[in-house]
């Protein structure tokens, strides 16, 4: 079996045409499809759902990485037919590693538990739009001008393996002229994590989210998260503990802010140690 890499056909195309639209046909709204390509002589139905949506997103040159979100072309409906699909998927993984999932009564759901955990719990994230964060003006003549810390619990995992993640982000701000919820702040960070990540990346999408949410410009995440890629395999390190801080504004270049930022990251540990 030769391992080169091959060309997605339908991501790629014909490498040598230009896109001809009319050689195309329309299918659910803007998604034009070329016929033999995508589907069988039976029509459309055959199509899968997630081909159509991944052409979609290469036409409109969307990036669909496992860290991304890709919730505007995925509807509510779709999940369930993309559930369906990945079913499939998953079974044909399990018959390859040799699992009995018709007589193992412990892996005969697998195959969906597996595609509902994906799309409705581990990579959710990149499936929902982003939480409500209703912004409160913070104008008034006594507003808040302190920093803030939030203390969020996040559960990830890693693009590499699909191993767990999991650990603590600590967001800080200077309080801008909105405030968000205190809530908020560990919805958009779950919003955030619930994807396939890179811990470095993983505080950047944060950082950039709660900037968008609250307009701060002075702000820090700061990730203290262990790794199940390192915990139960590879280097098999249980006690591996992976660090990581973007600081922005004031966070980066005030010193005082920056100690400011993490004595009281200090404080919430020595009051919820982790
Ligand atoms: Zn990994």
């Known amino acids: 079996m030769s391992n080169d890499f091959k060309l997605d056909p339908i991501l790629n195309g014909d490498q040598r045409q230009p896109f001809k639209k009319d050689e195309y046909t329309p299918l659910n709204k803007q998604v034009y499809v070329k016929a033999g390509e995508m589907m069988s002589d ?60 018709e007589n193992d009564p412990n892996s005969k759901g697998t195959a969906r538990r597996l595609a509902k955990m994906y799309f409705n719990e581990i990579m959710a994230g990149r499936f929902e739009p982003a939480p409500d964060a209703t912004a409160f003006t913070n104008d008034s003549q006594d507003r808040y001008e302190g920093m803030l810390v939030v203390r969020s619990e ?64 002075d702000l820090g995440v700061y990730i203290q998260a262990v790794h199940g890629c390192c915990e139960n395999r590879g280097i098999m390190a249980h006690s591996s503990l992976t660090q990581t ?28 140690p982790r």
């Open 42 to 101: 039976k029509g459309y139905e055959e199509a899968y759902l997630a081909d159509v949506l991944r052409f979609k997103m290469k036409r409109d040159n969307k990036r669909f990485w496992a860290g991304d979100n890709i919730s505007e072309y995925v509807s509510e409906d779709d999940k369930e037919k993309l559930i369906d699909e990945a079913t499939e998927a998953f079974e044909l993984v399990l018959d390859r590693l040799l699992i009995d999932r």
């Open 154 to 217: 996040l559960r990830s995992m890693c693009s590499h393996h699909h191993q767990p993640v999991s650990g603590v982000a600590y967001i800080g701000i200077i309080a801008a002229q909105k405030l968000i919820g205190l809530s908020k702040y560990t919805r958009i960070a779950q919003w955030c994590a619930r994807r396939g990540t890179l811990q470095e990346e993983l505080a950047n999408d944060i950082a950039r989210e709660i900037e968008k949410a609250t307009g701060a410009k």
């Open 245 to 272: 801080t973007v600081l922005k504004g004031a966070f980066k270049d005030d010193g005082n802010t920056k100690k400011e930022f993490f004595d009281n990251i200090k404080l919430q540990q020595e009051f919820a």
